[in-house]
């Protein structure tokens, strides 16, 4: 389970709310159930509340991150030298192995086992293959902060979103290779999802405090751990804001199901598309 996986919402989801989640993939007949949540917005809560229902009913069932396919440090220093210094930072678009992440839902997808990569958030490194989970499921609850999510067209690039845009990626080229990267890799992993669930936040503006919570969360777990200060938390989450705001613009009329949350992550009303 990713290490932030209890930071939001503290609770859980309700019960009710989860089951009638896991009724939808089961009866969509869902291999892939996707859950599409920005930064702090209780995705891998809800994956390893779904994981833990359907395992209840007997079923084999797995959460799978796209945070575990992170590409390794040195690829994405050579990124950094090779194209921008910001691909040096995890998570954008470009900054993933598609390959491995493909192959891994493929094999779930049709009962075989295999080995589930994972990423070492605190040494920001893929661990060693011997150190993967060896897994098989006939439900795999994959989860990610962008899942889903299209391309923005060219013109809507060249107004920096943000600071660290205005100030570090002055000339788009950064942007532009994220944007290119969403376009043109991702889909083909968008397509191995059966059926989406977008857990919609009532803005971007939340997400520096939900990430917040989750590094405070992180730190009181790991003492030891060299955590983040709120104004580099601000500046982490300014990497993500433009496709963020791309996943709220698009992601209601894309996604399967929607469940909107409040500034505490709480479920404001029914849930659409179930």
Not at 18 to 39: E, F, H, M, P
Not at 114 to 134: E, G, I, N, T
Request: glycine share 6%; hydrophobic share 45%; net charge neutral.
């Amino acid at each position: 389970m990713p290490p932030d996986a209890h930071a939001a919402p503290p609770h859980g989801f309700p019960d009710a709310l989860v089951a009638r989640v896991l009724d939808d993939a089961l009866v969509a007949g869902a291999k892939v159930y996707g859950i599409s949540g920005l930064q702090g917005s209780g995705k891998s809560t809800l994956a390893a509340q779904l994981v833990a229902a359907a395992q209840a009913r007997g079923l084999r069932a797995v959460a799978v991150s796209i945070d575990d396919f992170y590409l390794d440090l040195p690829e994405r220093r050579r990124l950094a030298r090779e194209v921008h210094p910001l691909l040096a930072t995890r998570g954008p678009p470009g900054t993933h192995d598609l390959a491995l992440a493909c192959g891994t839902l493929d094999a779930l997808r049709c009962g075989r086992a295999v080995a589930v990569p994972a990423f070492d958030k605190l040494a920001d490194r893929r661990l060693p293959r011997p150190s993967w989970r060896c897994e098989a499921a006939d439900l795999v609850v994959f989860e990610g902060w962008f899942l889903g999510t299209p391309a923005e067209p060219e013109a809507a690039l060249q107004t920096p979103a943000n600071a660290l845009e205005r100030d570090e990626d002055a000339d788009g080229r950064w942007r532009r290779h994220v944007n290119a990267a969403l376009a043109r890799d991702y889909p083909a992993l968008w397509r191995r999802i059966d059926r989406l669930l977008f857990l919609q936040p009532p803005g971007f503006d939340v997400v520096p405090a939900w990430r917040w919570q989750q590094e405070q969360a992180l730190q009181a777990r790991n003492p030891s751990r060299a955590g983040m200060t709120r104004e580099q938390v601000a500046r982490f989450v300014q990497h993500y804001e433009r496709v963020s705001r791309q996943a709220l613009r698009t992601l209601p009329e894309i996604a399967d199901v929607v469940v909107a949350l409040d500034a505490d992550r709480k479920p404001l009303y029914g849930i659409s598309g179930i």
